[in-house]
Each structure stands twice: as structure tokens, then as C-alpha cells.
């Protein structure tokens, strides 16, 4: 059952087996299937060895970089159960282990609160400062937000005093917490407008919720005076007590400091995050377990160790799965990723974790979700500015699979980074998209695939935003239309090289660059473009899948609830290295040439033989077949430009 702990033997691929049979070779003797069992036991509780499974096999994986290695994968579940747990086998650089699979790794220290752990952030934050230009020296202190909570100048242990200190330009070095909210009915402490006053004086410790009282002992174990927590920096509504006089301040309060929430981040020491916390009572303290397993036996004297395995993929943390907080990872310099086992450090310049003698496997394996944005008073190379188109693509996926209390937040939430980046970008922001990568940016699609996306309308009044119309919470041309996941599948050549000629289409009436009020220029949810327009129907977009292209409509069901004879208007967004896109458009206004987007067309023109024994030369298939009737009617059909309105 344990394959004497053999690469060869082992195999690559997972092989269910039951308890039972691994618990009946320990007891044989197997000192080997003895290791595991007690690892099995350490770790589940196995009340039916007859209906728990394990897997024990050699995995291969890639990182960032594209290199393959293998290494150790064992897992235990019960039968039936869609999830169990990873467990880690590995061995230390200075323990006896006669088995090469198992990895050397570095132990845990006993929590993340440990001193062990203090003196991991110090170490980590020490080589930032001295190393790492990028990620700013922090010689001069930024001006502090708003408000923020004073921890008082004493260490935690002396000293528990904590109040609410408006700054009024005040410098100073503090921490920001990035956390979820989860129940507002378990957060009874906050900043209302008439807890205000008080907490000006005092906010009572014990009062905290868990992850504040954490961050408080972090960020003063630290020597960090300054704490920033948006519940109490920034005036909350209380629905019970408030008067409208005391909404009207808390709204004002609000609108001021959502506004503020890019400097915050961007100017902070560092970022603490609750990452695996789904509210305020979770806490950032954990303590791991882990298991020494020594003993001497045919293969020689063996000290091992098992833990669970540590989480690396920061897109299954709890609190990356919470909309506004991808803001707060990508501004802030530096954040501190608290795990239920381990800390993560991410900053401009390098990320590490405390498990892993390096992080190339371990954290390199989710490059998209350890990035950070670039320091813009060092960046003026104008060839870094493809990087930031390519960052805002893989931003926007990854915001994509986040969920919002609110969808008139969808690009609220994201506004920070915005804001961030049209300093890097220096052009025009619109719903999503941007001016100078314009052609580019309307390619994103859904995929039915990941999820039933979906496109929201305005139900009501209050729900309206900024790029509303009558019908639309956002236009159908930004990505922000649509509930679900998002993706951009042009090859990175074409965004790295795309000459004008490429782009098929162009913005007319564009509103002026940052313009504080899009309506005194024209509606903010139109977008009008000129371009090549193909005439088809919803019915023939199945048989353009079909015949060798892809169409990827905006939303789930869609060939179904659009009668197969609707005509549909297919605009040529982009052609480059036999690679094309169109944009697929339903007229709703036919007087005023006004259309809805409702997906994407593509076609990649392959080489390609008619039969594989024929004599003939590989041609494209363009020219066996002809284009796609959605890119040319027929080969004598004369395009003709024409302008659209989207919205």
C-alpha cells in the first residue's frame, strides 16, 4: 500500500485506496504503511477505515517559470465527501531520511503569533526596506488617513489604550487591515456618528471583535503606533439609531473616504490580511500542527515530519473571494498574508512564505493572485506599458471570480486601482475599458463553462451608477455587465505587437479624457464605434461554432431565448496573424443605429489540407473554404464602414 516509498513504484496518477487495507499492512509489519497510518490518524478522524480513502502518489507540476518537478501527494478522505485534506510528508535539511522523494522543507514555527513568526516579518521587512527601491525606503513618513486608531506609544503587553485619532495632516508609519466583514450583526464595535465622540477617547479592547484585537497585538508587538481599520475609521450607518441627519454624515463620510481608499493602501507600512478568516471574529492568530515521526529501521535511522498541507492558492482564501478587497492587496506595498497555517509575504520585490525554502514552487504556482502594482514614481520606460495592459486583463479575471453585497459596487470597488493606474496609463477610463487599448479591452468574454453568467438590468432607482442607462446597471460593452467570470483569450503576441493597421475599428465622440461629468459630453454608457458591420443571425452563430470558429455569447442560455431568425449586426474589432474578432451586436433602436452587445466571435485562419494524402500544398483555410460569413459575406462582398451606437 505505501509502494516502499518509490518514485517508480508510486506512480503519477491518484489510485483511491481504503484505509482498511493500508491499516491491515501496518499491523502485518509494514513500518512503512505504519508511518502513514499514524499520519492518517494524526490528522482524521477515521471512525470507518472501510469508508475513508487515501491517495499516495507522485504528482508533477509546473511553476510560473514553466519547470516541471515531482513530489510527494497524499490525501485521505471519506467516501462520498466531495473534499478531504492534503498532507504534507517532507524531512529538514539536517534530519536522517533515506527517502529522496520527500522534499526538504522548513518547519512552522508553533503559530503566527509565535516569536518565531515576529522575528519572520522583521526579517522580511528589513530586506524590503534595505533592498527593495521599488516598494519605497519609507524614510519619510506618508500623511496618515483620515482617521486612524492610535495604539498609544506602549508596547501591547503595557498598555491597551486605543482611540479614534482624527489626523488633520498629521505624518506617522501605520498598518491597514484588510478583512471581511462577514455577520454585521458580530461586529458591535464601529464608528457610527454616535460612537464618535467616545471613540475619540477610548474603544475598550475586549470590546474588539477577534481580527481587530489581533491586529491591534500585531501592529503594536511591532512597534507600530498607527492602525487603519475601515469599520472604524470610516462613519457607518446604524439603521436602528440613526436620524437622517445622521445618515447624511455617514454618506458623506463614505463618499469621501471610498474616494481616499487608493492613497490609503498605497501609503501604508504594511497591509495586514485576515486572508483566512470569512468575518471579523475569525482572528489572524493560528497555530499549525505538525507531526515528528522518528525511528530507525531496514532503509536506516528516518526523522520525518507531516503537517497539513499549507494553502498556497490565494484565490481559495476566504477573504480573496471578497470583492473590494483585490484593491487592497494590489496598492498596498507590502501585505502580510495571515493563513491558517503560515505567514506570506508579498511585496514589489519579492514574496516568501514560511513552510518553503523557496517560494518558486510554492508560491509561484499562483503567479495571478502574488502581484503587485508598480511604484509610479519609478516606472518611465514607455515599453513597460504593455505590462499594464496585461495586468489590467489579468486583474479584471481575477476580480471576476469575486463576490459583491452590492453590484452597483462593481467597479466602485475597483476604483483605487483605477486611480492608481491612470497615473501609469495617463489616458481615458471608461466602464472598465480603457482609451489606449481600446480595440483590445472589448475582447474580453464569458465562458458558459465557469458557472451560468449572467447580465444584470437596473431594477430600481437606487441601484443606478454613474454608467447606467434605462435598462443596463452597466453598458453591454463593458465586462462590469456581466455576473461571472471573465476572460481575454488573445495571445499575448498580439497585445505585445498590434499594429494599427490590426485595429478594424475606431472610437468616435469619445467623452474628453477624465472628464468630471461624462453626461455634459455625451451619455456615459454609449460608446460609439466605426467599423465594418456583417450582417447574420443569432441561428447562424451555432453553425460558426461548428465550422471551426468560437462564439462566446454574453450570458447563459442565450441561443435559446433569442428566436434563431434575430438578426444580429457582427462589427470587426481586430485582425492580425490570421486571427479575428467581431464583436456580436443586437439593434435595439433602429431609427438611431443604437445596438447591445451580446457576445464575441473568433476565428484562428489554421493552415490546413483538404485530405492528409492529397498532393496539395497546405493553404489557410481561408482560402479552401472562405472566411467565416460572420468576417465576409462572400469573397465579391465590398465592406463598407459604417458608425453604431453601443450601450
Known amino acids: ?159 491597551n489604550s486605543i482611540r479614534v485619532l482624527e489626523t488633520n495632516g498629521l505624518r506617522g508609519k501605520y498598518c491597514a487591515l484588510s478583512h471581511c466583514w462577514g455577520n454585521p450583526e458580530l461586529m458591535p464595535t464601529k464608528l457610527t456618528a454616535h460612537t464618535l465622540k467616545e471613540y475619540q477617547d477610548n474603544i475598550p479592547y475586549d470590546s474588539l471583535p477577534r481580527t481587530f484585537r489581533d491586529a491591534v497585538t500585531f501592529a503594536k508587538t511591532m512597534g507600530i503606533r498607527y492602525l487603519w481599520i475601515d469599520s472604524l475609521c470610516i462613519i457607518q450607518r446604524d439603521n436602528k439609531k440613526d436620524a437622517p441627519d445622521d445618515q447624511e454624515l455617514a454618506d458623506k463620510d463614505w463618499t469621501r473616504e471610498s474616494g481616499m481608499m487608493c492613497s490609503v493602501f498605497e501609503n501604508s507600512y504594511l497591509t495586514l490580511a485576515a486572508a483566512s478568516s470569512h468575518g471579523c471574529t475569525g482572528g489572524l492568530f493560528f497555530s499549525p500542527k505538525t507531526v515528528k515521526i522518528r525511528g530507525t529501521n531496514t532503509d536506516g535511522p528516518y526523522q520525518i515530519y507531516a503537517r497539513e498541507r499549507p494553502n498556497h492558492n490565494a484565490g481559495e482564501f476566504p477573504l480573496l473571494k471578497r470583492g473590494w478587497v483585490m484593491q487592497e492587496s494590489l496598492l498596498a506595498p507590502r501585505t502580510l498574508f495571515f493563513g491558517e497555517s503560515e505567514l506570506i509575504w508579498l511585496c514589489r520585490g519579492h514574496r516568501a512564505c514560511q513552510c518553503s525554502t523557496s517560494a518558486k514552487w510554492a508560491l509561484a504556482q499562483f503567479p495571478e493572485w502574488y502581484i503587485k502594482l508598480p511604484n509610479v514614481n519609478q516606472l518611465n520606460d514607455c515599453s513597460v506599458h504593455l505590462t499594464y495592459i496585461k495586468m489590467w486583463y489579468k486583474i479584471v479575471e481575477n476580480y471576476s471570480t469575486t463576490s459583491l453585497t452590492h453590484q452597483t459596487d462593481k467597479l466602485t470597488a475597483i476604483d483605487g486601482i483605477v486611480q492608481y493606474m491612470r497615473r501609469l496609463r495617463n489616458c481615458d477610463y471608461r466602464a472598465g475599458l480603457w482609451s489606449d487599448s481600446l480595440a483590445l479591452d472589448l475582447l474580453w468574454h464569458t465562458v458558459i463553462q465557469n458557472g451560468r453568467p449572467s447580465r444584470r438590468t437596473q431594477r430600481n432607482l437606487s441601484e443606478e451608477t454613474p454608467w447606467s442607462s434605462d435598462k443596463w446597471l452597466f453598458p453591454t460593452w463593458s465586462w462590469a455587465s456581466i455576473h461571472g467570470e471573465i476572460y481575454w483569450s488573445t495571445d499575448e503576441d498580439i497585445i505585445e505587437n498590434c499594429p494599427v493597421e490590426a485595429i478594424l475599428v475606431n472610437v468616435i465622440e469619445e467623452c474628453p479624457a477624465n472628464a468630471e461629468d461624462y453626461s455634459s459630453a455625451c451619455p456615459a454608457y454609449e460608446l460609439k464605434l466605426c467599423g465594418v458591420v456583417v450582417p447574420s443571425s443569432v441561428g447562424a452563430l451555432q453553425e460558426f461554432r461548428e465550422a471551426g470558429g468560437v462564439y462566446y455569447p454574453d450570458w447563459d442560455d442565450q441561443l435559446n431565448h433569442l428566436a434563431p431568425d434575430t438578426k444580429v449586426a457582427c462589427l470587426r474589432i481586430l485582425g492580425k496573424d490570421h486571427e479575428y474578432y467581431s464583436l456580436v451586436l443586437l439593434r435595439v433602436d433602429e431609427d438611431k443605429s443604437i445596438y447591445e452587445r451580446i457576445g464575441l466571435l473568433y476565428f484562428k485562419d489554421v493552415l490546413y489540407k483538404w485530405h492528409p494524402n492529397s498532393d496539395i500544398e497546405w493553404q489557410r483555410k481561408s482560402e479552401i473554404k472562405g472566411f467565416p460569413s460572420w468576417w465576409e459575406v462572400s469573397k465579391s462582398w465590398e465592406p463598407e464602414e459604417v458608425t453604431v451606437t453601443l450601450t
Open 1 to 159: 500500500m505505501c509502494y516502499n516509498f518509490e518514485q517508480d513504484s508510486l506512480g503519477t496518477r491518484p489510485m483511491p485506496q481504503r484505509c482498511s487495507g493500508l491499516f491491515r499492512s501496518a499491523n502485518n509489519g509494514c513500518y512503512r504503511c505504519q508511518i502513514l497510518q499514524r499520519v492518517i490518524e494524526s490528522f482524521c478522524r477515521v471512525e470507518n477505515q472501510y469508508e475513508t480513502e487515501f491517495a499516495f502518489f507522485v504528482k508533477c507540476e509546473r511553476n510560473g517559470e514553466d519547470e516541471l518537478r515531482k513530489c510527494l501527494e497524499f490525501k485521505v478522505w471519506d467516501v462520498g465527501k466531495p473534499h478531504g485534506i492534503g498532507i504534507e510528508l517532507y524531512r529538514t535539511a539536517d534530519g536522517p531520511c533515506p527517502w529522496g522523494l520527500l522534499e526538504v522543507k522548513l518547519n512552522l514555527p508553533k503559530g503566527t503569533a509565535s516569536p518565531a513568526s515576529y522575528s519572520w516579518v522583521q526579517d522580511q521587512m528589513k530586506r524590503c526596506l534595505d533592498q527593495h527601491p521599488q516598494c519605497g525606503t519609507y524614510s519619510d513618513f506618508p500623511i496618515l488617513p483620515t482617521r486612524v486608531l492610535d495604539l498609544g506609544s506602549h508596547t501591547a503587553s503595557a498598555n
